[in-house]
């Protein structure tokens, strides 16, 4: 198989794509890397939504009760992927973090400090093109400027501290090897121990 091929299985935590897949991105999974885009694509989008449902309702300019029950129903399904299924984490925790930035942020500026500030659709606006942005810049960097760095200094890292492990080992089992510890009867002798 080729090194740019996508393995798909059932993994650890129920996730349908598995939690093994040959394809990484700046140091993570193909998969994590779209949970993280979708997920703050799919809160932001619901937040502007669940805004512009209660735009002038109910005598205020967003209304907090309704923005209230609507985000419990939006969360439920969200919290559930979050805790029964942790491979889901990234997007449900993204997706709950865009929603209610685009909401408290509306919420607060418009119906405490009556602020006049970007529209709700202005400001997903502005939300998608910062995430059209750092998915430009994510690209560009995976593809042209860092292409493996992240597991070469992984890679070393472990073979520095495998190597630094082997050296411990080695010594330890020249001490027990030697019988030196048995000039110290204590350390090793349970009676002797329990006497003292």
């Known amino acids: 198989m080729s090194s740019l091929s996508l393995r798909l299985s059932v993994g650890d935590m129920g996730c349908p794509y598995g939690s093994e897949t040959n394809i990484k991105v700046l140091g993570q999974s193909l998969v994590t890397f779209v949970f993280q885009i979708s997920g703050a694509g799919i809160g932001t989008l619901v937040g502007l939504a669940i805004l512009e449902m ?25 919290h559930y ?48 093109a910062a995430l059209s942005v750092a998915l430009a810049i994510v690209l560009v960097f995976q593809l042209f400027i860092l292409r493996t760095p992240a597991r070469r200094t992984l890679r070393r890292s472990i073979a520095h501290l495998t190597y630094s492990m082997l050296a411990y080992n080695t010594i330890l089992q020249a001490f027990v090897r030697s019988g030196a510890f048995q000039l110290f009867p204590t350390l090793w002798d349970p009676q002797l121990t329990s006497a003292l």
């Open 81 to 128: 992927l979050l805790y029964e299924y942790p491979s889901f984490f990234v997007l449900s925790l993204l997706a709950l973090n865009s929603a209610g930035a685009q909401i408290i942020y509306q919420h607060v500026y418009v119906n405490y400090y009556h602020r006049q500030v970007d529209s709700p659709l202005l400001r997903a606006g502005k939300a998608m």
């Open 54 to 78: 209660f735009h002038n309702v109910g005598g205020y300019t967003f209304n907090p009760y309704g923005i209230c029950a609507v985000l419990a129903v939006y969360a439920l399904p969200l």
